[in-house]
């Protein structure tokens, strides 16, 4: 059996700032990982430097690149800093995501867009350029939503545009896996950070708390130790989507 631990190795990590992504980093800092913290804008630059901070306190090497993945080049130049100051890369982990909680007949065209570009072209050219850059025997996950296996309206494009990665997945694990390189994807039940609460009301927070089997919302502490047994011990696992959830969704 193969260990992969991760002392010593270059993790990327798209929306490493904060919330999930920035427990990632902590995490996987203290346990040796040099990382390569991603962050999308002024906006989020202060989560970054705290987390950059935080890495570094933990006595782990780490930079900060900003840049809005929807733009492909932003990706490719992620990557390249990532080569450039650690000289390769083995684990690439995409946490990012937006949510849209919209009747299917008032989302605008712009909304679709936008949501397909976050959702779908980001974690589809993130893939890709983990694919040609990333070290032999390297780790991709990308984070979905457990939504994939609701039957519910109101997240049609939310939904809808993280599907399209579970096939992402499957096909880039089948070309990658010559390699040594697995590939897979998380999905969440509802995580109780501000990510979720902005789309929902009071009533429907209360729904999401009670519907899974375990009871509540997804905690990131959770979520964080599964994305790191995936890109670890966990290599054997490639091409999957696994649903983590507490029982909120299955298929």
């Known amino acids: 059996m193969k260990t992969h631990d991760v002392n010593g190795k270059v993790v990327v990590i798209a929306g490493g700032g904060k919330n999930l992504g920035g427990l990632l980093s902590r995490n996987l800092a203290a346990k040796g990982a040099k990382l390569v913290i991603h962050y999308n804008s002024e906006s989020t630059r202060s989560d970054a430097e705290k987390t950059l901070a935080d890495v570094k306190a933990l006595g782990a090497e780490a930079i900060l690149v900003q840049g809005d993945l929807t733009k492909v080049g932003k990706i490719t130049e992620l990557f390249d800093a990532g ?15 937006k949510v849209l909680k919209k009747p299917f007949a008032d989302t605008t065209e712009a909304e679709y ?4 570009e976050i959702n779908s072209k980001v974690a589809y050219f993130f893939i890709q350029e983990a694919g040609k850059k990333l070290n032999n025997d390297g780790k991709i996950c990308t984070i979905v939503t457990s939504l ?14 993280k599907a399209p990665v579970e096939h992402f997945t499957r096909a880039a694990s089948k070309e990658l896996g010559e390699r040594g390189i697995s590939v897979t994807a998380v999905a969440p039940g509802p995580m109780d950070t501000p990510f979720f609460y902005g789309q929902e009301s009071d009533d429907a927070v209360a729904y999401h708390k009670s519907a899974s089997a375990l009871g509540g919302l997804t905690d990131i502490k959770d979520i964080a130790p599964l994305v790191e047994f995936l890109v670890t011990d966990g290599w054997w696992i490639t091409g999957q989507t696994i649903f983590a959830n507490g029982g909120y969704t299955t298929r």
């Not at 867009?113 to 397909?116: A, I, N, Q």
């Open 148 to 161: 994939l296996a609701a039957y519910t309206g109101l997240y049609s494009t939310y939904a809808g545009m």
């Open 83 to 97: 080569i450039e100051k650690f000289g390769g890369i083995d684990i690439a982990i995409n946490t990012v995501g």
């Open 113 to 116: 867009d936008s949501m397909s």
